[in-house]
């Protein structure tokens, strides 16, 4: 496991979320580093993406704060979130791109937001970043018309358009066929090593988890926070806690046995 | 195969002496379909044969599923509450595995989330006054919001997206020509058409120009173009900012420091207000082409008595009054309407929840709002 020796580019700081009287995760800190790939795993409703929204600034902490280098997002000022968001890139589970406008024009949205490129070089970024997902010709397609894995890419250019040096991740493989998980996964690593951007990605996809990540955070729904974090690979060899041991190997939960054998 | 002391029947055979062990043989296809019918048999027997002790044979079912199962596991539950000791023989192996599958507690396990129940009024009262109160807040807060964005819109066109803000006309006024104006001719022509019954028997054939003209303009006018409006707009305003939601596209704006507000609410408010008010008038003329036409084919007016009629009691201000309601009340439903989109949370079913408010609302703001320009216009103008 390579942890750089430099300052956390996140920071999470004793985040409490709460919905109405349900508490999801209580007291979590975490920490994230510059380049690395930082990948939350948990079974679902452990909190991942609560997690995960909290950190880009979706959510507000009910207690706690989360700063994004070094900004409180809750806490900042207009021009401070402002600049952070250039700095944040999402891609959210549905791809979310805007279904109302081609390809080229959900790519253009940032770029013409907050740069002053001509036209024409907004057209060439807009061509460069379809190329680095593989998509390029398909500038004038309409979302709709795409396939699931196609939108999971285009929703990835959209969210490099400004070069962001923080990826943010929510369930990238899900509804992907192993092949095309696999290529995105590819993908994601290839943006990391060249870009040198940080990711941090929500998953339960154990091939994904294994090949992609550097370090693995697991969030338990009983225990509402972190339960264990490093090394995938180290995990599943070494650790001895029954909910890591189930997850990694894809065991199912211990209670239903018992259950098994009555009659 | 008749066994002495045997009962016949296809199902469930019973062996035995009566307040003793008895014995039940089930064969056949115990699935969903049929369950009620051997539980049936089975509780005649039970019945005629009161018995110490039950054993159930199942040597020769045929198929089972797991609602088989689980009829064979209540029917050792209530030997169980009743004292009857009890067995089953001849289980064969697929039988036990389904058997297994079957987790008793999960049967008696309560609600991890209590059933809610609708019973007393006045606690459906106190939440529906909540939910009211909790809405009036936000929709306070959103005419906050949409106030500010506007500001800003006005201190920075630039910020404006003004080729939504046209595709917004297109789409809200263009689009709802047609329409409108058939309703607003059917909507003169039946005004013209009912008051001209009454005012011809006095002979005042001429005041029904009179009347048609003040009629529209003054409330019919206004009142008819926001409602289609709302109608046509309203819910799909509402419909596309709630899918929206729903498909994260919106946090997705935010996530790129897109306000919402800013991004999509307000281009739909500035082009309700462009588009309203020349709808507005639109109707108006429609309206009163509507009476026009009841005037000269009924009425023997000529085109020019009529006209001459309606501009002679029809004032500037009650045009300006038809103009400053128009505005208000598209300023009303497009607000409404993105409010109501921009409140979904879930999934489909919310976003229609979500259309069909922005459109009761819109109309109810509309005629609340109208209450209030006809006792306001009343001391303004005299």
């Given at each position: 496991m390579v942890i750089p020796e430099q300052n956390p580019i996140i920071i999470v700081e004793g985040l409490t979320a709460r919905f109405g009287d349900d508490t999801v995760l209580e007291e979590v800190n975490l920490e994230v580093f510059p380049g690395e790939i930082l990948v939350i795993i948990g079974e679902s409703g452990s909190g991942k993406t609560v997690l995960m929204k909290h950190m880009i600034g979706l959510f507000k902490p009910c207690e706690g704060r989360v700063l994004v280098k070094g900004i409180d997002l809750a806490r900042a000022?207009?021009?401070?979130?402002?600049?952070?968001?250039?700095?944040?890139?999402?891609?959210?589970?549905?791809g979310a791109l805007f279904g109302s406008m081609t390809l080229a024009e959900n790519i253009e949205l940032p770029i013409s937001e907050y740069t002053q490129l001509s036209p024409e070089m907004i057209d060439q970024v807009v061509r460069m970043k379809l190329g680095m997902v593989n998509l390029s010709g398909y500038e004038h397609h309409m979302p709709a018309e795409l396939s699931g894995g196609m939108k999971k890419r285009a929703a990835l250019a959209r969210a490099m358009a400004l070069d962001?040096?923080?990826?943010?991740?929510?369930?990238?493989?899900?509804?992907?066929?192993?092949?095309?998980?696999?290529?995105?996964?590819?993908?994601?690593?290839?943006?990391?090593?060249?870009?040198?951007?940080?990711?941090?990605?929500?998953?339960?996809?154990?091939?994904?988890?294994?090949?992609?990540?550097?370090?693995?955070?697991?969030?338990?729904?009983?225990?509402?926070?972190?339960?264990?974090?490093?090394?995938?690979?180290?995990?599943?060899?070494?650790?001895?806690?029954?909910?890591?041991?189930?997850f990694f190997n894809r065991q199912p939960p211990k209670t239903r046995e018992g259950e098994m054998h009555h009659v | 195969m008749a066994e002495p002391g045997e009962r016949k029947n296809d199902l469930v055979r019973a062996r035995g002496e009566k307040g003793g062990t008895v014995k039940l043989f089930l064969s056949g296809r115990i699935a969903l379909d049929s369950i009620s019918l051997?539980?049936?048999?089975?509780?005649?027997?039970?019945?005629?044969?009161?018995?110490?002790?039950?054993?159930?044979?199942?040597?020769?079912?045929?198929?089972?599923?797991?609602?088989?199962?689980?009829?064979?596991?209540?029917?050792?539950?209530?030997?169980?509450?009743?004292?009857?000791?009890?067995?089953?023989?001849?289980?064969?192996?697929?039988?036990?595995?389904?058997?297994?599958?079957?987790?008793?507690?999960?049967?008696?396990?309560?609600?991890?989330?209590?059933?809610?129940?609708?019973?007393?009024?006045?606690?459906?009262?106190?939440?529906?006054?909540?939910?009211?109160?909790?809405?009036?807040?936000?929709?306070?807060?959103?005419?906050?919001?949409?106030?500010?964005?506007?500001?800003?819109?006005?201190?920075?066109?630039?910020?404006?997206r003004w080729d939504d803000v046209l595709f917004y006309v297109k789409r809200s006024g263009v689009d709802g020509l047609p329409i409108l104006s058939l309703l607003s001719l059917?909507?003169?022509?039946?005004?013209?058409?009912?008051?001209?019954?009454?005012?011809?028997?006095?002979?005042?054939?001429?005041?029904v120009a009179s009347l048609v003209g003040i009629a529209i303009i003054r409330e019919l006018g206004p009142m008819m173009t926001a409602i289609i409006v709302a109608g046509r707009s309203g819910s799909a305003f509402a419909a596309e900012i709630g899918t929206m939601k729903v498909n994260e596209e919106v946090d997705a704006l935010v996530t790129m420091g897109f306000d919402p507000t800013q991004f999509l609410a307000v281009p739909k408010v500035l082009a309700a207000i462009i588009v309203v008010p020349v709808l507005t008038l639109y109707a108006d003329f429609f309206g009163i082409a509507g009476g026009l036409l009841v005037g000269i084919t009924g009425l023997d007016l000529t085109i020019h008595t009529y006209i001459q009629q309606t501009v002679k009691s029809v004032t500037l201000f009650d045009f300006l009054t038809s103009l400053i309601k128009s505005v208000v009340?598209?300023?009303?439903?497009?607000?409404?309407?993105?409010?109501?989109g921009l409140q979904v949370r879930g999934g489909a079913e919310a976003v229609g929840t979500a259309t069909t408010s922005a459109v009761v609302s819109s109309i109810f703001l509309i005629i609340v709002a109208d209450s209030a320009f006809a006792i306001m216009f009343y001391y303004v103008q005299w």
């Open positions: 000022s207009d021009e401070e979130r402002h600049r952070l968001r250039l700095e944040i890139g999402v891609l959210f589970q549905s962001p040096s923080i990826l943010f991740f929510d369930e990238p493989s899900s509804g992907l066929d192993p092949v095309t998980a696999a290529g995105l996964d590819f993908l994601i690593k290839e943006i990391n090593r060249t870009l040198g951007t940080t990711m941090v990605i929500v998953t339960h996809e154990l091939a994904s988890i294994m090949n992609i990540a550097q370090r693995v955070i697991m969030l338990d729904k009983n225990a509402r926070g972190i339960i264990a974090e490093g090394d995938p690979h180290e995990l599943k060899e070494r650790s001895r806690d029954p909910r890591v041991i189930a | 051997y539980m049936e048999e089975i509780r005649k027997r039970l019945t005629d044969l009161t018995p110490k002790e039950l054993i159930i044979d199942l040597a020769n079912i045929e198929y089972l599923d797991s609602s088989g199962a689980l009829l064979l596991l209540e029917l050792e539950g209530r030997a169980k509450a009743e004292a009857i000791a009890f067995s089953f023989d001849n289980m064969p192996d697929e039988v036990h595995h389904i058997m297994g599958l079957i987790n008793p507690e999960a049967l008696t396990t309560p609600s991890v989330k209590t059933q809610k129940k609708r019973e007393y009024l006045l606690e459906e009262i106190g939440e529906a006054s909540f939910a009211l109160y909790k809405d009036t807040i936000r929709i306070l807060i959103f005419i906050g919001e949409i106030l500010d964005a506007l500001f800003h819109a006005i201190w920075n066109p630039r910020l404006v059917l909507m003169g022509l039946i005004i013209a058409f009912m008051s001209s019954l009454q005012l011809k028997q006095f002979g005042a054939n001429i005041y009340f598209a300023a009303l439903i497009s607000g409404i309407s993105c409010q109501r």
